[in-house]
């Protein structure tokens, strides 16, 4: 079955930066569009940044500039590259398939918790 494990997310101070990471098994990885998306408390989830099987990238307008996506296959990894971290970024972040019809496909796994405070 799809497992998708997000990890590296923590406490940073406004300004920091973190990498996150999602490992993928039990998909043909190399075959799929892979997306980060966030959920802060209160709100819905919202999309944060797609990458391609070829590794074209996309990002929502409020992370431009702040975050990189990138994938590694033969890891079976996603990545999340976030600098210049705000507190507005806190949120649980998860990695999952996306089509493109810009729709999330799969089960949602635990996610990731990143928050950014002083």
């Known amino acids: 079955q799809v497992q998708l494990v997000e990890s590296g997310g923590g406490l940073v101070q406004p300004g920091g930066s973190l990498r996150l990471s999602c490992v993928a098994s039990?998909?043909?990885?190399?075959?799929?569009?892979m997306a980060w998306y966030r959920q802060a408390p209160g709100k819905q989830r919202e999309w944060v940044a797609t990458?391609?099987?070829?590794?074209?990238?996309n990002y929502a307008d409020s992370v431009k500039g702040r975050f990189t996506i990138s994938r590694d296959n033969a890891k079976n990894t996603v990545y999340l590259q976030m600098n210049s971290l705000k507190p507005e970024d806190t949120a649980v972040y998860f990695c999952?398939?996306?089509?493109?019809?810009?729709?999330?496909?799969?089960?949602w796994g635990q996610g990731t918790q990143v928050t950014v405070s002083s």
């Open positions: 999952i398939r996306r089509t493109t019809a810009g729709f999330p496909f799969g089960s």
């Open positions: 990458v391609t099987s070829g590794g074209t990238t």
């Open positions: 039990g998909i043909t990885f190399t075959s799929y569009r």
